[in-house]
């Protein structure tokens, strides 16, 4: 299953990054270095828009910053991803927590998915 991640925007900038609310640097965050914190980043919001729920990547001055759409969509990927992993993994899958619900039912989500890649069971 493939997407494509959508960068364009139909306007200039809208959310610049504030340096001087946020305790992470900016330099940090777009060079990927990794962080454990808790902190929630600050940015500043000229205007929001009707484009707002259709974009991916929203238009930024520093760290990149994705929408609550691509944020919620990839959430759901990966919570489908980890209980195939859990009730029907793989040969190569090396997580200590693959398997770890192996012969339990599937959501109906995963199931779906799990048709639509053709996989038995």
């Given at each position: 299953m493939y997407f494509q991640f959508s960068d364009f925007y139909k306007r200039d900038v809208s959310f610049v990054y504030s340096d001087d609310e946020n305790?992470?640097?900016?330099?940090?965050l777009t060079e990927g270095t990794k962080i454990e914190a808790d902190d929630v980043l600050q940015y500043e919001v000229d205007k929001i828009d009707n484009y707002i729920e259709s974009y991916d990547l929203l238009p930024t001055i520093g760290p990149p910053l994705v929408s609550q759409k691509f944020k919620e969509l990839l959430s759901d990927m990966l919570r489908i991803e980890r209980e195939l992993s859990e009730k029907m993994p793989g040969p190569k899958n090396l997580e200590s927590w693959a398997g770890s619900k192996k012969g339990q039912g599937l959501s109906n989500e995963a199931e779906t998915i799990r048709k639509k890649a053709g996989v038995r069971h």
């Open positions: 305790v992470i640097s900016q330099y940090d």
